[in-house]
């Protein structure tokens, strides 16, 4: 794929992920002193631990300073797109996901990391978890993000609950048997609904978990030479189990319920089970939870694949244009250390600790005296994910919930409207699943084009 034409399609891109951090911080860039370096990030409340940290304990270790421009998701990720590429050199370090970060690294944006890593061996390249560190490495082969934290995705549900109705749960359950158990518990209490799953338009709000449901049932978005599917058999039949199980074993308002929804219907006893990220674990297990202890977790649901969990990181990437590319690698090395996850242990609290990427994290005695309930099927489940090949075909291009191109963010928008319709019994999958078709062949259109030219 010529460099070209994905530069143009990333400044095309526009950033539609609803934003699902809190409200924030900002702050210009400080001063741009020899020994200092300029990092922007989003305002996610692990980020706001991090900026609250760093001068008392890294720029004193260290001597650097760390100027931090701190906005809401949408903001900092197009702040991001336009400073990066650019190429204007303002900020070292960015907050990127593992989805930005290999199309960044196509277009040579950031700074591969191979040479900090082998240089800094008390990092412990090998202790961060494998699955992370590929969805964060460029079609060369090359390091170009290193985690902050990371997730996947499980099967939450109240035990008490199913024990109430006489169910266990499998360890790894079907959809179908997600979906039976869904009516079996279904208004079992006053005002309980049998499952949760996000409704709500976005690619990253109903297209997270609704891809991963597609990728087990068989279907794919494209296949691996640009064949747009999304009006397959595979992918109407996962839409249409997906949709119809929210319809008739759902929670109230389910067009509308994201993430934030989802949890909160959850904790306050609305649902007896919910298909989400696996970083939702700890809200579940705060002290203050009314559910504290009442929730088990377990794989997420499969049909024809081993297992189908997302995989999704904060990562931070080095700009190409950096002229402080070895502060910044310091900066980098400390922030996503065993160090750092221990000192916000010690003065947070080990809820707080950005896991979800290094394997010690999983042994570590004072985070699982915090985390011991979903500890082992966090890790278990990031270690089962697989962005390379997500599904039971090919793939065009890396990710599991999301395709690592700069057209999906919009593609799987406004597909997900559609979608969202039908839930809401405006439209039927079909008639969705048909407009989407039309959106991924006009993206699919191109890609195939690029790729005769070059060949």
Known sequence: ???????????????????????????????????????????????????????????????????????????????????????????????????????????????????????????????????MATSLTGDDGQIYGQPFYGESSFLMYRTDVLAEAGITMPAQATWQEVADIAAQVDGLRPGMAGICLRGQPGWGQIFAPLTTVVNTFGGTWFTQDWQARVDAPEFVEATKFYVDLVREYGESGAAQAGFTECLNNLIQGNVAMWYDATSAAGSLEAEDSPVKGKIGYAAAPVVKTDSSGWLYAWAWGIQAASEKKDQAWEFISWASSKEYEQLVGEEIGWSSVPAGKRASTYENPDYLAVAGAFAEPTRSAIENADPLDPGVQPRPAPGIQFVGIPEFPALGTQVSQEVSSAIAGLTTVEEALAQGQELAEDVADRYQAREAEDS
């Open 1 to 131: 794929m010529r460099q070209s034409g994905m530069r143009g399609a990333l400044l095309a891109l526009v950033v539609l992920l609803t934003s699902s951090a809190c409200a924030g911080w900002g702050g210009g860039v400080g001063g741009g002193g020899a020994n200092s370096i300029n990092v922007l990030m989003v305002n996610n409340p692990q980020m706001v631990d991090l900026q609250r940290l760093t001068a008392e304990h890294f720029t004193r270790e260290t001597g650097i300073a760390v100027n931090f421009t701190v906005l809401p998701e949408n903001d900092v990720r197009n702040k991001i797109s336009q400073e990066f590429s650019s190429q204007a050199g303002q900020y070292d370090v960015a907050s990127l996901s593992n989805f930005e970060i290999p199309i960044y690294a196509r277009s040579r944006w950031i700074a591969p990391l191979d040479p900090y890593i082998a240089a800094d061996p008390e990092f412990d390249q090998d202790d961060i978890l494998d699955p």
